[in-house]
């Protein structure tokens, strides 16, 4: 473990790590496997994957530890190979995947999956996943799924994908849904819905089924729903008598109670990673700004006093960084981070159109968020420095809304 290669996540800004990826061998299937693996180690912000077309070494070269001329591979900066053999068995395919240490001339990782052909891009996935936990001994985050809304022409939609927003399936067909968010073991998503046609609910579907279900419909409305990190509580903003507050009850919408009740409007809940805060916001002081309160609603105080309207927090996994949106002196809304502890704010978008709704992966590593930057709204990734930017959906009318969904189980 002394020996491990490492990638240093703890500062402001990633050193990339330059990685190779040879050509695969065996069944054609393995180029496309490995387009999947470029995209994420790209998207990671983690590695700097080379361009195969400054390789030296022969297409056929083995993947034997002693077969490798490492000095072909260093001459080109790689500090990290790739090497795989994808082999067909019927409907199934197998990958042998190895990761060589090139200055070090050793190999540090080797695994071996087999899915279904249709499974192909879990391959890539896998494999990225333990790359990252090598280097960073964090989970990796590529076999996960995201929720987002989808515009529609008959109304906005609850949409699930993987990670990478490959394989798009629409869970609701009818009126306008908002605010997708998973439960802890990613079996069902609540969400903010229209549909019973009295005013915003809550409820919860099943992505395997696409089944509904009714979670909170008291008050005016109830809105935005979170679950505590361990799946026992939710919170919610319902309106109650023209006084807008956030609420906690039990997973199924039951036992409600109260935590707000500031003359103000508080909305935007947020579990903090060990269920003990929650952030809000809350105009309660002339503007929109993000506070802190404990998980029974108790010690409550301002955490943003830079801007006028901060809005949508959303706490890393990692319990430091708060992500949230802001609105600039140009009436455009960005992506900032605040320090929960110290209230430093750090801006993570800028110039590129209106940025909104930050949601963490939940291994803290990257976050994803709604941009129009090139026009409709879609949905992009960055690291939590802002840098690394990577478009992840194409919706023709446009997606936003998003929410990263827990760890693969």
């Known amino acids: 473990m002394a020996q491990r290669p490492t990638i240093d996540i703890s500062g402001a800004r990633v050193q990339a790590y330059p990685i190779a990826l040879a050509p695969p061998q065996g069944d054609a299937a393995g180029q496309e496997i490995f387009a999947v693996l470029q995209a994420d180690l790209d998207r990671s912000g983690l ?59 050793r190999e540090v990782l080797q695994k071996t999956y087999a899915l279904p052909r249709s499974q192909l891009r879990q391959l890539a996935h896998r494999f990225a996943d333990d790359v990252v936990r090598l280097f960073t001994q964090d989970p990796g985050a590529f076999q996960t799924r995201i929720a987002y809304v989808r515009e ?48 915003a609910h809550i409820y919860s579907v099943d992505p ?86 404990a998980a029974d609603g108790s010690g409550v105080r301002r955490l943003t006093f830079q801007g006028n309207f901060n809005q949508e927090p959303a706490w890393s996994p990692k319990g430091d960084l708060i992500a949230f949106t802001g609105r600039d002196e140009k009436r455009s809304f960005d992506v900032y981070t605040v320090n929960a502890q110290t209230g430093k704010i750090a801006r993570l978008t800028q110039n590129q159109g209106t940025n909104e709704k930050p949601s963490w992966a939940p291994n803290g590593q990257l976050l994803l968020f709604s941009s129009s930057r090139t026009g409709k709204r879609q949905l992009w990734t960055m690291t939590p420095d802002g840098s690394n930017p990577r478009q992840v959906t194409d919706e023709p009318q446009g997606a936003f809304d998003p929410a990263w969904g827990p760890l693969a189980r």
């Not at 990478?164 to 969400?191: E, H, K, Y």
């Open 208 to 293: 395997s089924n696409r089944a509904l279900r009714t979670l909170v419909s008291t008050g005016d409305f109830a809105t935005g729903a979170a679950f505590a990190p361990d799946g026992s509580r939710l919170l919610f903003t319902s309106s109650v008598e023209e006084n807008t507050d956030i609420y906690a009850a039990k997973p199924d919408g039951s036992g409600t109670r109260r935590l707000t009740e500031s003359r103000g409007i508080d909305v935007s809940a947020s579990y903090s990673p060990d269920g003990k805060q929650i952030a809000f916001v809350s105009d309660r002081a002339g503007s929109p700004q993000i506070y802190l309160m």
């Open 47 to 105: 590695f700097k994957v080379l361009d195969p077309r400054s390789f030296l070494a022969p297409a056929d070269e083995g993947v034997g530890e002693k077969s490798i001329d490492y000095s072909r591979w260093t001459s080109v900066g790689a500090q990290g190979l790739v090497k795989a053999v994808v082999q067909a068995q019927g409907d199934r395919l197998a990958a042998e995947f190895h990761l060589y240490d090139a200055p070090r001339a």
């Open 152 to 199: 529609t022409a008959s109304g906005k939609q609850i949409v699930v994908a993987d990670s990478d927003g490959f394989g798009p399936q629409q869970l609701t067909t009818a009126s306008i849904n908002l605010l997708p968010a998973w439960t802890p073991d990613g079996r069902a998503i609540a969400f903010t819905t229209f549909r019973d046609g009295t005013g």
